[in-house]
């Protein structure tokens, strides 16, 4: 969910993997990458995902993690989208809510979260259930992969 540029990923068209975001941008979309483009297997939002229940033993969300009151040009919303000030909170709720329904019994929900505007203490109410591990990351650790298991 939210594959984006699929930045993250070593195998950027992996068979087993089905790559799924909202946008879809052409090589030249971004002015610091010419070459970068998002081109997901299916585009879909990730508060509403058309997948059956128990689809995925493996879901990976990535969302954006800009948060701002209007619409912004700067790089990090440009590369990754943004959430919306009014509705993040119910956006991000919404988007693990979707992880949770499509993932199977004993299967693995991966979150990537970036604490630039928002701290993880700040959104932990919204997760789908108990953290079973996670690290921290990057610049200032401030890049959190948070693993969930669905019993």
């Not at 990537?112 to 990057?138: A, M, N, Q, Y």
């Not at 401030?142 to 669905?150: A, G, M, Q, R, V």
């Amino acid at each position: 969910m939210c594959c984006g540029p699929k930045m993250m990923w070593f195998q950027k068209n992996n068979p087993a993997v089905l790559f799924v975001d909202k946008r879809r941008c052409e090589k030249g979309f971004m002015r610091t990458r010419p070459n970068c483009e998002v081109k997901p297997d299916i585009q879909a939002d990730f508060r509403d995902l058309p997948f059956q229940d128990n689809s995925f033993s493996l879901v990976v969300f990535d969302p954006p993690h800009t948060i701002r009151a209007r619409e912004t040009r700067g790089i990090i919303a440009e590369r990754y989208g943004r959430l919306v000030l009014s509705t993040w909170e119910r956006d991000l709720a919404q988007g693990f809510n979707e992880c949770w329904r499509v993932l199977k019994s004993n299967g693995t929900l991966i979150f990537k979260w970036s604490e630039c505007d928002k701290k993880i203490d700040e959104i932990k109410h919204l997760f789908p259930g108990p953290v079973l591990f996670g690290t921290r990351v990057g610049k200032d650790n401030k890049t959190l992969w948070i693993c969930f298991f669905k019993n």
